[in-house]
């Protein structure tokens, strides 16, 4: 019923910039958090950055005051703007949304991932 869809990753030269982003659609009241989230080969998936509806914003250790999180809501997406770009920044980066639906259940969704590649 939801559909959480990233875009922006790629490949880019370690202190270059990249800009993902993720739209939720479907059956969608109002999104609550929505966050990225990353995963490196033969790593657990650790968060990057979430905000709350509200607009409070969270940031892991590694990427503050590199990496930007931000969304529309009248959209339903939320973007990751990531600058100062470092090899170990490397991974394939997911969107995750708590969404409400129209029938009032809640469901915690996730993207397909999008691959970011930093080059030394």
């Known amino acids: 019923q939801v559909q959480l869809v990233e875009s922006g990753g790629g490949l880019v030269q370690a202190g270059g910039s990249l800009r993902l982003s993720c739209v939720a659609s479907?059956?969608?009241?109002?999104?609550?958090?929505m966050a990225w989230y990353r995963q490196a080969p033969g790593q657990q998936r650790e968060l990057v950055a979430d905000?709350?509806?509200?607009?409070?914003?969270n940031y892991g250790d590694s990427v503050k005051g590199r990496f930007t999180i931000s969304r529309d809501n009248a959209k339903n997406t939320v973007f990751l703007q990531m600058n100062s770009l470092k090899p170990e920044d490397t991974a394939v980066y997911y969107c995750?949304?708590?969404?409400?639906?129209?029938?009032?259940?809640?469901?915690?969704?996730w993207g397909q991932g999008t691959q970011v590649t930093v080059s030394s």
């Open positions: 479907g059956s969608i009241f109002s999104i609550n958090d």
């Open positions: 905000i709350t509806s509200s607009g409070s914003i």
């Open positions: 995750r949304a708590h969404v409400i639906l129209y029938s009032g259940d809640q469901s915690a969704n």
